[in-house]
């Protein structure tokens, strides 16, 4: 080849590589130029100038020769709420992250994952070319997993305690020592001269009630509200000591206002509304998958090793899935010879969809019909059932009886009869019986039957009830409401119920609508029709986890002396029902219609942090005294609340004290007037199970593997959330923590003075639970990383404890093997509560603001307000043609935004509109917009394109922050600069807004449940 033809293809490889790396990456792309040109000599051939690698396996051999310069240990991710085990590789010398990928033990992040009793030194030579077992072996993490790293060194990131200096909301801060945090936030006072300011020593109060009038709302302690972020791995030690020790019924994570409407349609199939457990299909196994309002591999949890296991059964197996949603994400592949399918849908209509596809299932006898008419546990397992349903129980549905909307039980024949043997049709006899004496009983039934005294109650199956719902409307009417031809709901319900028990259908944040809660009991209820609980190939309620913060088998670190039962009403007005309370019974004292309540009240759900804010500005049910946020950021989370309750917020006699715990100011702990800093990521203690998607037992150990980077307290310890609880909680003298706060199984009793005293003593549970591990041999030890906590090992635990608890954090975790997924074609972890075809607590809840009840099983419901009238009646498409919905992104989240590396790959959203809309509107790409709902307007860029519902507007979730960066802070004598990089694009969140039939300060939410609604908001575009 002639030099010059050499120069000429060496040149365009370069502008080639430049062109690639695109915006953002002019640095990297530069590097890559120099190194084409040979301007400068890289140190080696292949892999030029990067890091020496964290280990050598030799292929021949496969001897591991490990790099002493560097460390790999196994714990647990927290770029997203999926929660996976990850493998980190550490910089001795710096002390510094240098990458992440999977931990081959761990089930989220290898497919197969590794048996728990392969060694350390085993573990990493079965990710290598040895014998090329890192084909089989090979772990990664998603896109984010290394990106997120940034944060542990971002110049954004608050390391010392700050107090708020001037006005609240005015972004000025001086550094103060942890110890006057402490004493100021426990003692209170006239802490910023604006008069006096109760502390929590004074807050607590568990004997005087906050309203003598009203008794149900509980003592003065329920005036402090502690909001966390999620389940994070650290949040039982929260909990300690807001509930138990404080005695607050206010502490909650983000549920209410990302996936209750998804875990309330799951309360109600599975008969749980305390757990609220969830149902995931065994993707490995299944035929056909319906996925609904989620989106494999692009969202949903856990949803890197959903595409994992999608991409692998879609080309190994026999599995074939549909996507039902509005937008057309990556979870859709035209390459895949027709194994997948996406199908738009108007937002917020997915129970139109599925109740016609429910209808025609009942009118084509396509159901399960072996797995329905077993009305108890013994009656399926003797008809070869692995669940069971109340399909078969009959309901009261007499006018004007007492108990109507009730299971009929045989006590309501006869008041001798025990109340809780509940009677179906024997389907061979026809007569009524209890249902543990028939194995099989009638599935339809719309009859009376006759009670002890001759008097005759008119009643229905479960199944027929629901029959009832879904023949409300035709095939034809419920298409038009979707969008979708009826011919298509016919091929869909044909098409699920052709496979039997090896369809599933999964839902998720599609369900965040005002109408939620009844699209996802409706979806869910599909699984039932085909009973495809506890099945290879069929769903599973999760392989459940070993003993950590729990009565474990070494120490009970759940319960402890003096431990404080909460009591009283949650500012949600959440778990009892508005007819018990002093409101409603004043009223009818008085004469007057109870109805309307001032506000909802929610006695399904548990406790709503998306009511915190709004209700305690409202003064109803009560105020609050102080708030602590723990990395929570309600005014950028929830829908329509930032607007209405900001101003409101930045004054102190709305809301005396707030307390935020966080690594990074955000649009809620602005309003703080203290921030205690947090550790990040890798620099904490704590136990965490897979969210859901695995078939065996997990917990997922999260330790620190690099040190934290915040300033020490007095004692020499990391300023953090367990620092701050357990400071405060000493401080004021609280039970469960310091001296003999924990119990071991024999009596005796230990410290909790750090985090370390606590989460070491729920691994020693893991390491103990069922049958020991073994003990951590030396090389274990050494090859993890564990050997530099080996001294707190030794300091906390006792003798017989640490090697087993090392040979736990060795693996990141202790992790059930994969050969106890199943037994033979049933799942080896089942789920035993019956399927509720009709859900009582549901039917006979009313509706606070109108007395309605409820209807007890899936209905078609378009999306509501409050009262339960159509949005669409308040809001007509004559005025707000558009539907803005959230989508998500698979690297960006809530908080990624601050990692400038995920900047440079997706540094902002566009709002997506369909080609024809963008066509009448004359927009083209690029073009700037205005979107406009009833809580306000927000300017972003339109993206014109294909993929997409017409009538939608499509806006990727986790962009338009005002802090995290975005804004200036000045603290002390040093001005944290904006960054408008961080405050690029839009938040759908800016775009929420009240809901018109309730006073004061609200949100649009699920009518039924209160989950926030952000789908399917009303919108209107205009050109800028």
């Not at 006018?399 to 039980?409: A, C, D, K, W």
Request: with cysteine.
């Amino acid at each position: 080849m002639h030099t010059a033809r050499r120069n000429f293809i060496k040149g365009a490889a370069a502008i080639g590589a430049l062109g690639a790396f695109g915006y953002g990456y002019s640095h990297s792309a530069n590097e890559i130029l120099k190194g084409f040109l040979g301007k400068r000599q890289a140190a080696d051939r292949i892999t030029g100038n990067a890091p020496k690698p964290e280990f050598a396996v030799d292929p021949v051999t496969g001897k591991l020769t490990p790099n002493p310069d560097q460390t790999v240990a196994y714990t647990l991710f927290m770029g997203c709420t999926t929660l996976c085990g990850v493998r980190v590789r550490i910089d001795n010398e710096s002390q510094q992250v240098m990458r992440v990928t999977g931990n081959p033990y761990h089930v989220l992040s290898s497919d197969p994952f590794l048996p728990y009793e392969t060694s350390v030194n085993d573990s990493f030579q079965a990710l290598s070319r040895f014998q090329e077992r890192g084909l089989a072996s090979r772990s990664t993490a998603c896109g984010r997993g290394n990106a997120v790293l940034q944060k542990l060194h971002s110049k954004q990131r608050v390391t010392v305690p700050l107090k708020r200096v001037g006005p609240r909301g005015s972004d000025q801060w001086a550094p103060i020592s942890f110890e006057q945090l402490i004493e100021e936030v426990v003692e209170g006072g006239d802490l910023f001269g604006e008069g006096h300011v109760d502390g929590l020593r004074a807050i607590r109060d568990l004997t005087t009630p906050i309203d003598p009038d009203q008794p149900e709302f509980g003592p003065k302690a329920n005036q402090l509200a502690v909001m966390p972020a999620f389940k994070d791995g650290r949040l039982r030690l929260a909990a300690r000591f807001a509930k138990q020790s404080f005695g607050t019924v206010n502490f909650a994570g983000h549920r209410s206002y990302c996936g209750l409407s998804m875990r309330a349609g799951y309360a109600a199939l599975l008969g749980d509304w305390k757990k609220m457990p969830h149902l995931k299909p065994d993707f490995a196994n299944a035929e056909f998958l319906l996925f609904i309002g989620t989106a494999p591999a692009n969202a949903g949890n856990p949803f890197k090793r959903q595409g994992q296991l999608i991409a692998k059964a879609r080309s190994d197996g026999k599995l074939k899935y549909v996507v039902v949603d509005p937008v057309l994400t990556n979870s859709d592949n035209l390459a895949d010879d027709g194994r997948s399918r996406w199908i738009p849908i108007k937002p917020g209509t997915d129970g139109a969809l599925v109740m016609a596809m429910i209808r025609w299932i009942l009118d084509h006898q396509r159901y399960d019909r072996n797995f329905l008419v077993r009305p108890s546990g013994e009656a399926a397992a003797a008809g070869g059932e692995a669940a069971w349903s109340n399909a078969t129980h009959l309901v009261i549905v007499e006018e004007g009886h007492p108990n109507q909307g009730r299971l009929l039980r045989a006590s309501d024949l006869d008041a001798g009869a025990p109340s809780d043997t509940f009677l179906v049709i024997d389907a061979a006899s026809g007569s009524v019986v209890s249902s543990q004496q028939t194995n099989e009983a009638a599935l339809f039934h719309d009859g009376q039957v006759q009670a002890a005294d001759g008097s005759m109650i008119a009643v229905k199956t479960s199944l027929s009830m629901l029959r009832d719902q879904a023949d409300r409307h035709t095939l034809t009417e419920y298409a038009e409401a979707c969008g979708i031809p009826e011919q298509t709901i016919v091929e869909l319900a044909d098409e699920f119920t052709r496979h039997g028990k090896h369809a599933a259908v999964d839902c998720h944040g599609g369900t965040m609508a005002s109408n939620g809660f009844y699209n996802a009991y409706a979806i869910v209820m599909l699984n039932a029709l085909v009973g495809n609980l506890n099945v290879r190939g069929g769903t599973s309620a999760g392989g459940g986890k070993f003993k950590e913060i729990a009565p474990g088998p070494r120490y009970n670190l759940k319960k402890f002396a003096g431990a404080v039962k909460p009591k009283g009403l949650g500012l949600g007005r959440n778990g009892l029902p508005y007819e018990k309370s002093t409101e409603y019974k004043r009223k009818l004292a008085n004469g007057e219609n109870p109805y309307p309540a001032k506000a909802p009240w929610y006695s399904l759900s548990p406790t709503m942090t998306s009511e915190f804010l709004s209700s305690a500005l409202n003064g109803y049910p009560y105020p609050l005294k102080a708030l602590i946020l723990w990395s929570a950021n309600p005014l950028y989370g929830v829908a329509g609340l930032r607007q209405q309750i900001q101003a409101k917020l930045a004054d102190p006699s709305a809301l005396p004290l707030i307390v935020s715990i966080d690594p990074f100011i955000n649009e809620s702990n602005a309003f703080a007037d203290y921030i205690v800093p947090d550790s990040v990521l890798y620099e904490s203690w704590g136990w965490a199970s897979a969210w859901g998607g695995h078939l065996t037992k997990v917990s997922t150990a999260r330790w620190p593997v690099v040190e934290p980077a915040q300033a020490k307290n007095a004692a020499g310890r990391p300023i953090d959330m367990e620092t701050f609880f357990i400071s405060v909680a000493k401080r004021m003298g609280l039970p469960g923590f310091g001296e003999g706060a924990i119990a071991d199984t024999d009596g005796n009793t230990y410290p909790l003075d750090s985090a370390e005293d606590f989460y070491l003593r729920a691994a020693a549970n893991v390491a103990f639970d069922g049958h020991p591990v073994p003990d951590a041999s030396d090389e274990d030890v050494a090859l993890s990383g564990v050997l530099r906590i080996v001294p707190r090992l030794q300091h906390t635990l006792k003798a017989e404890e640490w090697r087993k608890v090392a040979y736990v954090y060795a693996r990141g975790g202790r992790f059930e093997n994969g050969d106890r997924a199943y037994e033979n074609d049933l799942l080896r972890h089942r789920y035993k509560k019956p399927m509720q075809i009709y859900d009582e607590r549901l039917a006979t809840a009313r509706n606070a603001l109108t007395g309605s009840t409820y209807p007890g099983t899936p209905t078609w419901v378009p999306p509501a307000l409050a009262d339960g009238s159509p949005l669409a009646d308040h809001y007509p498409a004559t005025d707000w043609p558009f539907q803005a919905v959230s989508t998500k992104s698979q690297l960006q989240s809530s908080h990624t935004i601050t990692a400038p590396s995920l900047r440079a790959i997706h540094p902002s959203n566009a709002v997506g509109i369909h080609r024809d809309d963008a066509a009448r509107l004359q927009i083209r790409s690029g073009d700037r917009i205005r979107v406009v709902t009833p809580g306000g307007s927000a300017e972003a860029v339109a993206q014109v394109r294909g993929g997409l519902q017409r009538g939608v507007l499509a806006i990727e979730h986790g962009f338009g922050h005002r802090q995290l960066g975005a804004g200036s802070q000045r603290i002390g004598d040093r001005v944290l600069t904006s960054d408008p990089a961080i405050g690029a694009g839009i938040n759908i969140n800016d775009l929420g807004f009240a809901d018109p039939k309730r006073v004061g300060f609200s949100v649009l939410a699920d009518w039924v449940v209160g989950n926030v609604a952000r789908q399917g908001l009303p919108a209107r575009v205009e050109r800028v």
